[in-house]
C-alpha cells in the first residue's frame, strides 16, 4: 500500500526509518508533505488522491479542530474516502510497527521475509549492476536502496509463500553477490562492527586526531564498553603538540607540510612506540574553510598494526564543507579500520588452520612410527568361549584420538572502498 505523511507544522517522522520500515511490510512511503494549520485540508486531499494511506503527525491539536465536524472524537486511527488514517504527535518506530503497519497488514494477504545487508563503498546503481540477476520485473525478490552517508542498507524483500529450498537458493546467492561490500547483516553501524571485531579479537587501540578534531574517538567513546578496547585518543591540532606528544619530527614537518602523508606517517609511528597497543590511527589533512594548510578536504589516514610492524597511508580528498569532510574522514577510517581487523582475523584463521594442519600431521607420523615398531605377534588359537568386545576397546588400548583441524568460521573480506595509499613522503608542501 502507498502511504503518504502530513506533518502538521513540525516534521516527527524520520523518512529514511519510515520507507525501511514500510518496504519490510510490502508497503511503501511515498509522499512527505509539511503544512501549515490553514493549509492541512488541501494538503490531505492531495495525499488521499495519492495514497491508499495517511499518517499525520505534528500539531495534531490543530487537525483535529479542523476536522472537529466529521470526527466526532479524536480518535488515532479512522477510515476517510476509504483511506486509513493515522493520527500521532510523533512517528517513531513503535509507533509504525506496533500501531500502524499492523493495520495496514489486515488489508493484504502477503507476509515478507526480509534479509538485509549494510554496504558501504558503493553507490545505489553499482549496487543494482551487481544484484542486475535480480533487477526484472519476475524477479522473487524486491530491493530496498536506503542509502546515509557513503553506506546504503540493502533490503531484499521476498514472499513468505515461496518454497524453502528457493528462499534458501536466493538467500545464498544474495550472500555472495553483495559479499565483498557487506560489512553487516543486522541493525548496526561501521563503528559498532569495528568495536566487535576489537573486543572479540582482545585488540587495543590508540588514536591521533589533527583533522578528526577528536571526532573519532568520540564515535567509539558513544558505545557502552569502549575501555575494553580504546587505550587513548590524543588531539594533537598543534605542530608543537605533534612533535612533544608524538615525536614527529619537526624537519618532517618544515620539509613535507603539517599536511602530508610522512606527518600521518609519523603520529601512528609515536602511538606505537610505546609498545603497548595492537593498532594505532592518526588523521591529518585540511577540514576547511581555509586553504593555508594544504588542499582544501584533503585528509591522511595513518594505519599502524604492531604485530605486522607495519603503517599504511591513506590519502582521501573530500569535498565538501568542513562539518562533512571531519564525518568523512571519520566514517571511512572506520572503513579502513574494518577492512584491516577482517584482514587480521583471516591471516588468525589461516595461522590456526596451518597450526592444527601440523599438529594433526604429527600425530599421524607418530602412529605411524608406533606401528612400525611392534613385532609380529603369532596368532592364537581362538578360545572355545565367546569373548564380549568391550565398548571402548579402542580408548582401553590406549590407541590416542586423532586430532581433528580446526573449522573456523570464515570471515569475508571487504572490497577496497577506493582510497589512494601513498608513501610517507607523499604530501603537499606547505
Do not use: W
Amino acid at each position: 500500500m502507498k502511504v503518504g505523511f502530513l506533518s502538521v507544522e513540525k516534521q516527527t517522522v524520520d523518512a529514511r526509518a519510515a520507507k525501511m520500515a514500510l518496504f519490510d511490510s510490502g508497503h511503501s512511503a511515498d509522499i512527505f508533505v509539511t503544512a501549515e494549520s490553514s493549509e492541512i485540508d488541501g494538503a490531505l486531499g492531495m495525499l488521499r488522491a495519492a495514497c491508499d494511506a495517511i499518517v499525520i503527525d505534528g500539531n495534531v491539536d490543530a487537525f483535529y479542530e479542523m476536522y472537529k465536524d466529521t470526527l466526532s472524537f479524536r480518535p488515532d486511527h479512522f477510515e476517510l474516502d476509504g483511506k486509513l488514517h493515522s493520527v500521532t504527535a510523533k512517528v517513531d518506530a513503535k509507533f509504525l510497527t506496533d500501531k500502524f503497519i499492523p493495520l495496514l497488514n489486515k488489508k493484504i494477504k502477503k507476509r515478507y521475509a526480509v534479509m538485509v545487508f549494510k554496504t558501504y563503498g558503493k553507490t545505489v546503481d553499482e549496487l543494482k549492476t551487481m544484484l542486475k540477476e535480480y533487477m526484472t520485473k519476475k524477479s522473487k525478490v524486491q530491493f530496498g536502496f536506503f542509502d546515509s552517508f557513503l553506506e546504503c542498507e540493502v533490503h531484499a524483500r521476498c514472499a513468505t509463500s515461496i518454497a524453502k529450498e528457493d528462499m534458501n537458493g536466493i538467500s545464498e546467492r544474495l550472500v555472495e553477490l553483495l559479499r565483498s561490500c557487506t560489512y553487516a547483516y543486522e541493525d548496526i553501524s561501521i563503528v559498532q562492527r569495528v568495536a566487535q571485531i576489537l573486543k572479540a579479537e582482545g585488540l587495543k587501540i590508540k588514536i591521533a586526531e589533527s583533522f578528526t578534531g577528536g571526532a573519532l574517538g568520540a564515535a567509539f567513546t558513544s558505545i557502552a564498553g569502549a575501555s575494553d578496547y580504546l587505550i587513548e585518543d590524543v588531539v594533537t591540532y598543534s605542530v608543537v603538540s605533534k612533535h612533544k606528544r608524538l615525536g614527529v619530527p619537526f624537519e618532517t614537518i618544515a620539509e613535507k607540510g603539517v599536511v602530508s602523508g610522512d606527518t600521518a606517517y609519523n603520529m601512528a609511528l609515536g602511538l606505537m612506540t610505546s609498545g603497548d597497543c595492537d593498532i594505532a590511527i592518526a588523521t591529518t589533512g585540511n577540514a576547511g574553510p581555509s586553504v593555508q594548510s594544504g588542499t582544501l578536504g584533503l585528509c591522511y589516514v595513518a594505519l599502524g598494526i604492531t604485530s605486522q610492524k607495519s603503517i599504511a597511508v591513506i590519502k582521501y580528498v573530500f569535498d565538501g564543507d568542513r562539518d562533512h569532510n571531519i564525518k568523512s574522514g571519520v566514517k571511512n577510517a572506520m572503513f579502513l579500520l574494518y577492512e584491516s581487523l577482517i584482514s587480521y582475523r583471516r591471516q588468525k584463521q589461516q595461522q590456526q588452520r596451518q597450526m592444527a594442519a601440523q599438529a594433526q600431521a604429527q600425530v599421524q607420523t607418530q602412529m605411524q612410527s608406533a606401528a612400525q615398531s611392534v613385532p609380529p605377534v603369532a596368532p592364537q588359537q581362538p578360545s572355545k568361549q565367546p569373548v564380549q568386545q568391550p565398548i571402548q576397546q579402542q580408548q582401553q588400548a590406549g590407541v590416542p584420538p586423532v586430532q581433528q583441524p580446526v573449522q573456523p568460521q570464515y570471515t569475508t573480506p571487504i572490497a577496497p572502498f577506493a582510497p589512494t595509499i601513498v608513501s610517507p613522503n607523499d604530501g603537499d608542501n606547505n
